[in-house]
T-cell receptor, first 117, second 115 residues
Framework: AQSVAQPEDQVNVAEGNPLTVKCTYSVSGNPYLFWYVQYPNRGLQFLLK??????LVKGSYGFEAEFNKSQTSFHLKKPSALVSDSALYFC???????????????FGTGTLLAVQP | ETGVTQTPRHLVMGMTNKKSLKCEQH?????MYWYKQSAKKPLELMFVYNFKEQTENNSVPSRFSPECPNSSHLFLHLHTLQPEDSALYLC??????????????FGPGTRLTVL
């Protein structure tokens, strides 16, 4: 079955420290990968995506993510966390070429990022 | 703001009520989606529309009835809901289906409580 796993319900980090939010996936073919962020009482906002090419993808608000095909991972990273980064982060995957390409996004359960001042 | 608006933002209804959720997008997109977000669960895709035509119904109970009169508007009609239907309902839009790498843009959601 195609799935996305975010193994941590919550990640705590001090302001100024680097942060990582983990995501692994299981889909056939070459996937398209996405990160979204959800602030309280708001909808999801698109952060970044991997389609093809360079494995390191840069997105909004200083976030970046690295696609690792051998580990089937797409971890979200930021060199220096801000208190305002505190939010719920969702990883999502869509099977791409060779995987029965579909427009259906498969979401993880989300990881709550808490940045302490 | 993402360019996708939803009304109402909050809704409380009894199990015998009929209500509707509205979504409007100002992005020129042609695909629209309804999702259900419950605590500790992945987002559940409910319906997908492309150029006003429904392309996906994810085994959603008939007490949820979508309507897409044009590419900018999407409704979710609610009738005889159950308490377990209480959740955040999110609308999203994207460029037309067919390019599966297009990201989706989400509205702020409607927080629904069924008593």
């Amino acid at each position: 079955a195609q799935s996305v796993a975010q193994p941590e319900d919550q990640v705590n980090v001090a302001e100024g420290n680097p942060l990582t939010v983990k995501c692994t996936y299981s889909v056939s073919g070459n996937p398209y990968l996405f990160w979204y962020v959800q602030y309280p009482n708001r909808g999801l906002q698109f952060l970044l995506k991997y389609i093809t090419g360079d494995n390191l993808v840069k997105g909004s608000y200083g976030f970046e993510a690295e696609f690792n095909k051998s580990q089937t991972s797409f971890h979200l990273k930021k060199p220096s966390a801000l208190v305002s980064d505190s939010a719920l982060y969702f990883c999502a995957v869509r099977p791409g070429r060779g995987g029965g390409a579909t427009n259906k996004l498969i979401f993880g359960t989300g990881t709550l990022l808490a940045v302490q001042p | 703001e993402t360019g996708v608006t939803q009304t109402p933002r909050h809704l409380v209804m009894g199990m015998t009520n009929k209500k509707s959720l509205k979504c409007e997008q100002h992005l020129g997109h042609n695909a629209m989606y309804w999702y259900k977000q419950s605590a500790k669960k992945p987002l559940e895709l409910m319906f997908v529309y492309n150029f006003k035509e429904q392309t996906e119904n994810n085994s959603v109970p008939s007490r949820f009835s979508p309507e897409c009169p044009n590419s900018s508007h999407l409704f979710l009609h609610l009738h005889t809901l159950q308490p377990e239907d209480s959740a955040l309902y999110l609308c999203a839009s994207s460029r037309e289906l067919g390019n599966s790498y297009n990201e989706q843009f989400f509205g702020p959601g409607t927080r629904l409580t069924v008593l």
